[in-house]
């Protein structure tokens, strides 16, 4: 069966604004085969930053068995060197998001993400040569740095090559993979840091895991096109319609139909960009929104996921037992957003985001009632839901907000917050499960999570159903 023509560069708009028809030629994308493999593509990437992050909780106490770290506290500030290591990690996130994010704006989301993957792999692997908690922590932090930018770039990726009708279920699927890292990075330790395969320690062994993801890297320069939105911001007009047309061509083969007619509606706001646009009319509101959700969620988020094993210790279980049952809560992450998926697209993000939220708070405050083993699964189990259906829908929800020209300096800056709070969570935790127990520590949270919801709830504008030229107004 021949292929129909693709009609779209028949269509005009009234205004002659190629850049609006190219954005409209993008948003009218059916959901295809060739279109998953992009966002699975982009899922493997962030596999790794995730990966980094769940290390966080999971690496220290095989740090701790080969004498890197030491069980008291006798860290930074008179805390854990568990504690000293979650701060490296999202000081070093902070940084090259911080930092380093507009550099997508500014020279591409591909050739970003790509760069910045191949510096974690280089860095991560000298992190596991190191035979000091000082040095495990410096490259830690380096490491971090080039993550940093690599989860604020992907999130740009897949909001601009989209279509609004599937953005929800692009980044839930997306998340579901990336998440897959967790499950990942709990059974490599539980099976290997209370041994020393050949005989290295077990630890290191965990650490050099992300050498793989070279050949992600080479398969990302061959195969990922750029965003054809970043191309319009940069003026390289004939480039994107090159990669849309390419887009539309694999599409229509795939599929043997004709696309439909783009239906122009409102272009992107114009204007240079700039950080001081952040703070400015209309889009200060959203920020300072969105700065008070990236800080909350994060000492929420990352206050139990970082320190599940050190919170099932302190409920009676040992150190065996508490990677097992990491290991089993971990599972969920994967199956969590990828089970959300199916409904993502049908109710508003920001009330995504309140109910997540809501639901951390609870489950939280009920963990902390637990004593039976089981039931801490459970709840713990419940917790992680709630924290994934919250995290999904704010990185789908805070990329919609902001023009493509400043997209990923907006995000960064944002999100920067995120990390700079997880750096804190580190401490905070620390001294609260220390001074307070469990019960305190779920008392922060759920406290947390009820500022988060009130933000969004309030503050937050909507976007379902809107394209990203819509919702940026």
């Known amino acids: 069966m021949s292929t129909p023509p693709d009609q779209s560069h028949q269509v005009q708009p009234a205004s002659g604004d190629r850049g609006a028809l190219i954005a409209a030629r993008l948003n009218r994308l059916p959901a295809s085969r060739y279109l998953w493999r992009l966002i699975l593509l982009l899922s493997l990437c962030g596999f790794f930053e995730i990966y980094e992050i769940a290390l966080t909780a999971f690496l220290s106490p095989g740090l701790i068995r080969d004498g890197v770290f030491n069980a008291g506290t006798k860290g930074l500030f008179g805390l854990t060197d568990q504690a000293s290591f979650a701060a490296a990690t999202f000081a070093g996130l902070f940084i090259g998001t911080a930092l380093f994010s507009s550099v997508a704006d500014k020279f591409g989301r591909r050739s970003v993400l790509t760069y910045s993957l191949l ?38 990726y897949i909001a601009e090559l989209v279509p609004a009708a599937i953005r929800g279920r692009a980044f839930a699927v997306n998340y579901g993979l990336m998440y897959l890292a967790v499950p990942v990075a709990a059974l490599l330790c539980w099976q290997l840091l209370p041994i020393d395969p050949v005989p290295v320690a077990g630890w290191r062994w965990v650490a050099l895991f992300p050498l793989l993801a070279v050949v992600v890297v080479w398969r990302v320069r061959r195969v990922l096109p750029e965003s054809p939105r970043w191309l319009l911001q940069r003026g390289q007009l004939e480039a ?230 819509e919702s940026s107004h």
């Not at 020209?405 to 620390?430: D, E, K, N, P, Q």
């Open 240 to 469: 994107a319609e090159a990669v849309v047309s390419a887009i539309e061509a694999r599409i229509t083969e795939e599929m043997q139909c004709t696309l439909p007619t783009p239906q122009i509606a409102l272009a992107e706001p114009e204007g240079r960009a700039s950080f001081g646009e952040l703070l400015r009319p209309p889009y200060r509101r959203r920020t300072l929104m969105l700065v008070a959700l990236n800080i909350f969620q994060a000492l929420g988020f990352y206050g139990f996921s970082n320190w599940v094993p050190a919170l099932l210790a302190s409920q009676g279980i040992d150190f065996v037992k508490s990677l097992q049952y990491s290991f089993v809560i971990a599972a969920v992450y994967p199956i969590t957003p990828l089970l959300i998926a199916f409904a993502a697209d049908r109710f508003e993000a920001k009330w995504q985001i309140v109910t997540g939220a809501i639901c951390t708070a609870i489950f939280g405050l009920l963990f902390a009632r637990q004593s039976a083993q089981a039931m801490l699964i459970v709840f713990g189990a419940l917790i992680t839901i709630s924290n994934i259906l919250l995290s999904y829908s704010y990185h789908a929800y805070q990329t919609a907000l902001y023009p493509t020209r400043i997209r990923a300096r907006a995000v960064g800056f944002v999100y920067s917050f995120s990390r700079l709070a997880t750096v804190a969570s580190g401490f905070a935790i620390a001294i609260v499960l220390r001074d307070f127990g469990t019960t305190g520590v779920f008392s922060f949270i759920a406290l947390c999570m009820v500022i988060v919801a009130v933000a969004v709830g309030v503050f937050g504008p909507r976007t379902r159903g809107l394209t990203l030229e």
């Open 119 to 156: 510096w974690y792999v280089s860095c991560t692997a000298m992190m596991a040569t190191q035979s000091s908690a000082p040095g495990v922590d410096l490259w830690r932090l380096i490491a971090g740095i080039g993550v940093g930018v690599q989860l604020v770039t992907i999130d740009s």
